[in-house]
């Protein structure tokens, strides 16, 4: 069993990153826009929004996820892989763009994404960190 304070951790990590990455095929991020560095960056949301909606968690754990999230998520009961899949079956499908990629020297980076969702459109700022030479996940907000 997940502890309460446990569980709302896992919401508020989980639930906006899923939001992100649990979207129908109506994205609307043009990852031909983004050239070098930029391009990885926007193809780990992009990849983000094909895993989830595949319902693919054990991929986002291990593809998408920087160690510092995967981590923490590994003190839940079942893990990434479980605390994820709860959350991808409670998600809408928001259509997903991203706006703009800016690095942080060569090992950090973020991405301005736009969520749509019934008409109203909203601002999230992914944070993401270069591990073994691939971007990760590494934050929300």
């Known amino acids: 069993m997940i502890s309460v304070p446990l569980k709302r951790a896992l919401l508020l990590l ?26 990885a960056v926007a193809q780990v949301v992009s990849d983000l929004q094909s895993y989830g909606t595949a319902g693919e968690a054990q991929r986002i754990c291990t593809n998408l996820l920087a ?17 994820l899949k709860e959350q991808l079956s409670q998600v809408d ?28 459109a909203k601002l999230t700022t992914v944070t993401l960190v270069k591990e073994d030479g691939a971007w990760k996940i590494s934050k929300l907000g």
């Open 14 to 39: 989980c639930a906006p990153l899923l939001a992100l990455g649990a979207s129908a095929c109506a994205s609307t991020s043009t990852l031909s826009t983004f050239k070098g560095e930029d391009h």
């Open 67 to 83: 160690s510092t999230v995967t981590a923490s998520l590994r003190s839940a009961s079942g893990g990434c892989k479980h605390a």
């Open 93 to 120: 499908t928001p259509e997903v763009t991203v706006e703009k990629v800016q690095l942080h020297g060569t090992t950090g980076a973020t991405a301005e994404v736009k969520s749509t969702y019934a008409g109203k």
